[in-house]
């Protein structure tokens, strides 16, 4: 019995070490990029930073004129596939990752709306109050900075689009409408 208290008690000891090496994730250089929002009297910019990894935080913030389709209440916010907000349609659909059929065949990577709302790119809605400044702070797992299958800094980019209306998040949504509407701004994500 004294044997098995001795053999417990050195593999918790062992344990206990191990977890003091735990890897939390913590990049040695954290990532940051950044995309300067521009539509028809508004301005803004969005902030993404990588401190662990596969975890991004976005940080965005909008100001409208009175006469701007930034209006009070709720706008959806997505990061699309493409880096080109020239014209907003340049920035096609909804961000999906670059999936490599060979990893993961079964994926879906519609840029349509059959897989909304759980695009990559799909984030919740931006708050626009009374004096047309609208803000969001949010966390998602969903895309990286670093390497990889789901970086938004792919050899085509990828831009953070504000749209007219709210997104209703509704999977398959029966109108074009319900994830936002028409796109009124538009900011192509570089490294900062």
């Known amino acids: 019995m004294e044997h098995l208290a001795l053999i417990w008690g050195f593999v918790i000891g062992v344990s206990l070490v191990g977890c ?3 890897h939390t994730g913590k ?5 940051q990029a950044k995309a300067a929002i521009v539509g028809a009297g508004i301005k803004g910019d969005a902030h993404l930073y990588e401190e662990y990894e596969g975890r991004i935080r976005i940080k965005l913030k909008l100001e409208g004129t009175p006469d701007s ?3 009070p209440g709720l706008h959806a916010v997505h990061i699309h596939e493409t ?8 920035a096609k659909g909804h961000y999906d990752g670059n999936i490599d059929p060979q990893v993961n065949p079964e994926a879906n990577v519609s840029p349509e709306l059959g897989n909304h709302p759980y695009h990559l790119g799909d984030l919740p809605n931006l708050s ?22 789901n970086c938004l800094l792919d050899k ?13 998040y509704l999977p398959d949504p029966p109108t074009k409408d319900a994830p936002g509407g028409p796109r009124i701004a538009c900011g192509v994500i570089v490294n900062e």
Not at 83 to 90: K, R, W
Not at 128 to 149: A, F
């Open 20 to 22: 003091s090496s735990y």
């Open 27 to 31: 990049l040695s250089s954290p990532l």
């Open 69 to 71: 389709k930034l209006t």
């Open 83 to 90: 880096g080109n907000c020239e014209s907003f349609s340049a």
């Open 128 to 149: 626009v109050d009374e004096k047309r400044n609208g803000s969001l702070y949010t966390i998602t797992s969903r895309v990286t900075l670093s390497p990889g299958l």
């Open 156 to 168: 085509d980019g990828s831009a953070i689009i504000i749209h007219e209306l709210a997104d209703q």
